[in-house]
């Protein structure tokens, strides 16, 4: 059974950072592409970084230059380090994990900027 941990949400001030971490289990984790999602209320689940499982990155235009995606293949974990945190990033942040055609989910942490 595949399983997707997120943790590292909260409030924070604009201007701040948070890290985010996901560990997963029931997965040969280096075969998968991971990625980090977010939803803010009211909009569609959107891209915020990628890493594919030889180690390449892909960034939504929004968060180039402040967020980064990293993985610790022995860990079974992966990591979104945002900084220069802005309101507009307020949104619950969710771990992806895809194989193939196989995609999973974890169950999402909220991240909160606001002074």
């Known amino acids: 059974q595949v399983q997707l941990v997120e943790s590292g949400g909260g409030l924070v001030q604009p201007g701040g950072s948070l890290r985010l971490s996901c560990v997963a289990s029931?997965?040969?984790?280096?075969?998968?592409?991971m990625g980090w999602y977010r939803q803010a209320p009211g909009a569609q689940r959107e891209l915020v970084a990628e890493?594919?499982?030889?180690?390449?990155?892909n960034y939504a235009d929004s968060v180039k230059g402040r967020f980064t995606i990293s993985r610790d293949n022995a860990k079974n974990t992966v990591y979104l380090q945002m900084n220069s945190l802005i309101p507009e990033d307020t949104a619950v942040y969710y771990c992806?994990?895809?194989?193939?055609?196989?995609?999973?989910w974890g169950q999402g942490t909220q991240v909160s900027v606001s002074s």
């Open positions: 992806n994990a895809k194989f193939l055609r196989s995609m999973n």
């Open positions: 890493i594919a499982s030889g180690g390449t990155t």
């Open positions: 029931g997965i040969i984790f280096r075969l998968y592409g």
